[in-house]
């Protein structure tokens, strides 16, 4: 449920910087690990006077998320994330970066709530789909007990 929900992570209220997402590659490795390096497609409100300053502008963060059993709680899941930010074309680089580094790390809470979010939502298509498929046979069943009579 945890991985399902990592690929349908975006979009989420949680998290509306992010405006798209692309897989660039996913594969499951021999060992039966899932691998999904994603393109992240984001609009970030940058500080007025950074965007006066600038005329150029690549933010790049390569994140990296793992997510893993809990070795003791069969019904939980450990993520550690890390995430590698670099400014190049812009004047205060280190500024930047340092800001950009604030942000992810204060969202972090908002991944796990989306996470849970996402989960919910499925939780709910599930039952849903269960309830509908349960009213289907319930119909099917009085009407071939109807049709006997």
Request: no cysteine; hydrophobic share 40%; glycine share 4%.
């Amino acid at each position: 449920m945890v991985t399902t929900a990592a690929m349908q992570k975006y979009p989420n209220p949680m998290n509306p910087s992010v405006v798209g997402v692309d897989v660039l590659d996913r594969h499951v490795d021999p060992s039966g690990k899932l691998h999904s390096h994603r393109l992240l497609s984001t609009e970030w409100g940058i500080p007025s006077i950074v965007k006066s300053i600038s005329f150029t502008n690549l933010v790049s963060v390569d994140e990296r998320l793992v997510y893993k059993p809990h070795p003791h709680k069969p019904d939980k899941t450990i993520l550690t994330q890390e995430a590698i930010i670099s400014v190049k074309g812009v004047s205060l680089s280190s500024y930047l970066e340092g800001l950009m580094a604030n942000t992810i790390s204060s969202n972090a809470n908002k991944g796990r709530e989306a996470l849970e979010w996402v989960i919910n939502r499925l939780n709910a298509e599930i039952e849903e789909f269960a309830a509908s498929a349960r009213g289907t046979m319930r119909n099917s069943m009085a009407a071939a007990a109807f049709v006997e009579k």
